[in-house]
């Protein structure tokens, strides 16, 4: 079974604090995602990476940083943490490719973390 | 633009009863991929299901079952004799065939099942 893993479940910050959030799949996905849930809006796509060191804005990248220095790790960074970046906070991956060329495979998600900023 | 609408925020059911969560997409793709994914309360997604846009035949695995329509561009998930295991947060998505960096979900249904 794919395995995502996020470092926090919870997390509680300041404001003005630089945040990191960390994420390891064990499963040789060369894609990962960080989305930000909140209620009445769904998932949303902040930033994705499909290799190392590659990286491509989501829907709402202001504020958000991440880095993926090996392919099994994506971190997303708070540059400076703010009340409206409260939020649950998830990770996940994907195969660039499933049977037959396609390039939709499910993702996996990790249990998330829970951001708490004040 | 692709747009996903779940507009049931919330369903209570008590168990055994059947219930039906809906799901409606926009996409001006012909061809696209739609899927359907359970958030229990631990809070990981977990993937239930899969559909291309070209297989248009409903789907049953075990309680569960999805309606395809495309006439009416839905995807719509039942779940039969509900269990108090089925409360979760359900979400519908919606990607091109290309990429599911674009992936849209809906704004989720959190479905309650009581005893």
């Known amino acids: 079974d794919v395995k995502v893993t996020q470092s926090s479940r919870y997390l509680v910050k300041r404001t003005g604090e630089k945040v990191f959030l960390e994420c390891v799949q064990d499963m040789d996905h060369e894609n990962m995602f960080w989305y930000r849930q909140d209620p009445g809006l769904g998932l949303r796509l902040i930033y994705f990476?499909?290799?190392?060191?590659?990286?491509e804005k989501g829907d709402i990248p202001e504020g958000y940083s991440v880095s993926r220095e090996k392919k099994e790790r994506f971190s997303l960074i708070l540059e400076s943490a703010s009340t409206n970046q409260t939020s649950m906070y998830l990770c996940?991956?994907?195969?660039?490719?499933?049977?037959?060329?396609?390039?939709?495979?499910?993702?996996?998600f990790g249990n998330g973390t829970r951001l708490t900023v004040t | 633009a692709q747009k996903v609408t779940q507009a049931q925020t919330e369903i209570s059911v008590v168990e055994k009863e059947d219930v039906t969560l809906d799901c409606v997409y926009e996409t001006r793709d012909t061809t696209y991929y739609l899927f359907w994914y359970k958030q229990p309360p631990s809070g990981e997604l977990v993937f239930l299901i899969r559909r291309n846009s070209f297989d248009e035949q409903n789907e049953i695995s075990g309680r569960y079952s999805w309606n395809f329509q495309k006439s009416t561009s839905s995807f719509n998930f039942t779940i039969t004799a509900s269990q108090v295991v089925d409360s979760a947060v359900y979400f519908c998505?919606?990607?091109?065939?290309?990429?599911?960096?674009?992936?849209?979900f809906g704004a989720g249904t959190r479905l309650t099942v009581k005893p």
């Open positions: 990476s499909y290799d190392v060191k590659m990286k």
């Open positions: 996940a991956s994907s195969l660039l490719k499933t049977e037959g060329s396609s390039y939709n495979s499910p993702l996996h």
């Open positions: 998505a919606l990607s091109d065939p290309y990429n599911n960096n674009d992936m849209r």
